[in-house]
């Protein structure tokens, strides 16, 4: 797929103060990335590739970013910062635990629904080939399942293990759901998609051994 010279390319005002004109340059070049990431691929993507979609020199995108890998690093990261914070988030949001589960749910298919640029570099890129951005999605992906599990093991009499493994089922399932409904096109309202995967959770959930709060199942 090409590119039009300079079609994401944003005018930084250099009446700016110099930090400030960094820092804009800095984001418009890690959006043009983000792009181009998305729509040829982590490996079929050249550093020329984004400096012509930013509309700068190649020189330019190197003043910030020593390497194709850091820029998609650093794109990355921003984008698994915000799902795991929004799980957190969504898991803190209520003291019903029945209501914790569909937030958590819910911020899952927010995710693929809203971001979908996230979507692709986090769960459908070829960039996890690299070592180091493996290593940034299991993180992120554990700093999820720590999260339920947390709430989880403070909920029931479970042990850490069965709890982590519920968390692990949870945050998968989640995940997974999300991502088939998006590449399904959205056959269904995010709704719909989301009370049935609540409905499974919370059925299986509410049976644990109690410390739940919430309706009674």
Known sequence: MGFDQGEGAVEVDRELPLHVQRGLRRAQ???????????KGYHA???????????????????HFSSKLELYLVILQGHV?????DVRSALGSSVDNERRVRAAVQAYFDFVDQDVQGYRLVFDSDGTGEPAVRLRVLRAVDDCVSAVCEIVSSSTSLGVYQSR???????????????????AGRPVSKREAVDSLVSLFWGGLSAMPLLWIGEPA
């Open 45 to 63: 993507t050249r550093m020329d590739d984004i400096a012509r979609m930013a509309g700068v020199s190649k020189p330019v995108l190197y003043q």
């Open 165 to 183: 493994a519920l968390a692990i089922s949870l945050v998968g399932a989640s995940q997974r759901a999300a991502q088939d409904w998006l590449e």
């Open 81 to 85: 910062d915000t799902l795991v914070t």
């Open 29 to 39: 070049l890690e959006r043009a990335a983000g792009s181009v990431f998305v729509a």
